[in-house]
């Protein structure tokens, strides 16, 4: 264990368990970030090892790192358990936010184990489809019952929360959508010439722009033959990926096999902060297949980028109303609808746009997170 240090508050302390270090650090800042300055907020990072700069963008008092390894988180993790047990006794939490299955199954077995049963795991849903297997409805309802409360980050994944059969009730899961800090992401921003700088654009070339993880539930395969067509009409247009993983070589293959030339497809690969680089894009699309609550729509609505977005778990609970959603792996309706949007004039585009950032102020933001969060804790 490291990264511990003697505790030298005074209150109420607030404990994240997490299982390491990734996609979620916004999200982490954010819970962190919506409690009260007088709360010592703490970190646990169960397989992570120790990060020396981690606290220069976590807000967090103490972070801790486990440094588990895989065999110690499977089947009763009774070493992850006993050494979460040994900091729960110290810091002596008021709460517990757990993300995620792993995270949340682990505090709860530590607080039955230490038989206190006064302080509530608020279990964190981000993605749908994570509770429905057989044990994890058995462990739902008769392991967690009793210690959990559960937040989904949209009303699709509170409801998929309710229907997993923990005997939960919709008193005690809460559709807490993640938001966003306007006014930090609109002072993160580079400029529009010198993001496609950096990305590799020509000066003005109409560029179609997606952020996510390369994996099957985002489809960016329907995303590529979809913009195929685009190209085959706006010969100058550019798509630009930002984002790694496994899927990565599947999709550049595709490219490829498309007869798509380089300059036509961008793989910019991972970046720290990426929503700098909104600025770069015409149009931003989401083609996801499967999503829990996509915070990359709040943030192109916050720059102003106009979205193309398939309908599918949270997405319909960000975008208006009157959003023109398309169907998920439609190929042709997302080209019609990515091309619709190039075609807008300045006005029509500007009404979109300005409507969508109004949506955000109105809905999404990190005070309204702070306040329905805090509401249902307390």
Request: net charge positive; aromatic share 8%; with cysteine.
């Amino acid at each position: 264990m490291t990264g511990e240090k003697e505790s030298t508050h005074s209150g109420k302390v607030v404990l994240q368990v997490r299982y390491r270090d990734d996609v979620l650090r916004t999200t982490c800042n954010q819970y962190l970030d919506a409690f009260p300055d007088d709360f010592y907020k703490v970190v646990v990072f169960l397989t992570e090892d120790e990060k020396p700069d981690i606290n220069k963008t976590l807000f967090a008092d103490e972070i801790i790192f486990l440094e588990l390894n895989q065999r110690q988180l499977k089947g009763l993790r009774r070493h992850a358990r006993k050494e979460l047990e040994q900091i729960i006794k110290r810091i002596k939490p008021t709460l517990i936010i757990a993300h995620r299955w792993k995270a949340t199954t682990i505090a709860v077995a530590a607080l039955r184990e230490l038989s206190i049963k006064d302080i509530t795991v608020f279990s964190i849903v981000h993605a749908l489809c994570q509770l429905q297997s057989l044990s994890r409805r058995l462990v739902g309802r008769f392991f967690l019952k009793s210690y959990c409360r559960f937040i989904g980050v949209s009303e699709a994944v509170r409801q998929d929360i309710l229907q997993a059969g923990f005997g939960f009730t919709p008193e005690n899961v809460l559709a807490l959508p993640n938001g966003v800090d306007i006014e930090k992401t609109r002072a993160s921003l580079l400029s529009r010439a010198e993001a496609r700088k950096l990305l590799g654009i020509l000066s003005e070339v109409p560029v179609v722009g997606h952020i996510g993880r390369l994996v099957r539930a985002k489809d960016q395969k329907t995303l590529i033959a979809a913009f195929a067509q685009v190209y085959k009409t706006l010969p100058s247009a550019c798509l630009v990926i930002i984002g790694a993983g496994h899927f990565e070589n599947d999709l550049k293959d595709q490219v490829k096999s498309l007869q798509l030339p380089d300059s036509a497809v961008i793989f910019a690969g991972a970046k720290d902060n990426a929503v700098r680089f909104m600025p770069a894009f015409d149009v931003f699309a989401l083609t996801s297949i499967a999503e829990g609550f996509p915070r990359v729509l709040l943030e192109a609505m916050v720059c102003e980028i106009p979205i193309v977005a398939t309908d599918r778990g949270g997405i319909s609970e960000v975008l208006e109303a009157d959003a023109k959603l398309c169907q998920a792996g439609d190929v042709d309706g997302i080209a019609r609808r990515l091309l619709e949007v190039f075609r807008l004039d300045w006005q029509s585009r500007q009404k979109l746009v300005t409507a969508g950032s109004e949506r955000v102020v109105e809905n999404f933001s990190s005070d309204i997170f702070r306040k329905r969060l805090l509401k249902f804790v307390q």
